[in-house]
């Protein structure tokens, strides 16, 4: 039986935003407990947090779903430092999907999805289409998860995605290209 992970990336410090992205609120809970949620009802059977910046007040506001959590001491270094910690914390896994909590658009619906793909077309990787790039939410199966634990600090999981595009099956999500970075990005999506 496939055992299937999901990883929230929710350690980085909202630097362009100037407050913890995470923490912002989407129908009435913090963006961080939007991305578990999606993970635990879309099929995720174990969710792991990755903190880092705001650790208290991020895993407090997730603290009732009871993912599990590792921290990331190292946040600063980048997001590659945050997905080896995640892909470490939750093996055993047939797969895991990579969730970044600043994309609003992310659901349980696309986790399914996903999944739904990966198991359709027997790719290692189903990553999502948007913005004329492919990209995170992300499945990534077993074979690729040497790869991804041995990302450089500064390097998502793009670079395994980008590495060779005849193991990677898109995803079409164009609801996805909505990350939010800049105070502008959080008014453009709030205005909808």
Known sequence: MPRIGGIILAAGGSTRLG????????HGSALVCHAVHAAQDGGCDVVCVV???????????????HP????NEHWQRGMGSSIRLGVSA???????????CDQPAVNAAVIRALIEQHALTGMPIV????ANTLGIPALFDQACLAELHA????????????????RVAPFDFPAGELDLDTPDDVRAWQSK
Do not use: M, N, W
Request: charged share 15%.
């Open 19 to 26: 407050q913890p992205k995470q923490l912002l609120s989407l």
């Open 51 to 65: 903190t880092g910046h705001a650790r208290e007040l991020v895993e407090r506001a997730v603290a009732a779903l």
């Open 90 to 100: 939750i093996q055993p896994v047939s797969a895991l999907i990579l969730i970044a």
């Open 127 to 130: 990553a999502s289409r948007y």
């Open 151 to 166: 990302l450089p600090d500064d390097c998502g999981a793009k670079s395994v995605i980008q590495a060779d595009p005849a």
């Open 68 to 71: 599990q959590f590792v921290h």
